[in-house]
């Protein structure tokens, strides 16, 4: 932690130790969660990239735009 109280370290022992696969299948999985919960008017893929876009970012994790759109396709399919 800093002084400011900010968050420097992983908060649990491992949260590091995912592959890129695993960290994707796992914010993938994340917004399907959340477009679940909260479906507006049937969201469309393109919304859907958009908020992969955003999670991968916010994540640090860098994928293509063809990886976006396959997860957003499998993911408004309900696959």
Do not use: Y
């Amino acid at each position: 932690m800093t002084d400011a109280g900010e968050l420097s370290e992983p908060v649990q022992d491992g949260s590091s130790d995912a592959s890129r696969e695993q960290k994707i299948a796992g914010l993938a999985s994340q917004v399907a969660a959340d477009i679940a919960l909260k479906p507006v008017d049937r969201r469309g893929e393109d919304d859907i990239v958009d908020d992969l876009r955003l999670r991968f970012s916010d994540a640090g994790i860098v994928v293509t735009e063809d990886e976006l759109v396959a997860l957003a396709g499998t993911i408004h399919s309900g696959a």
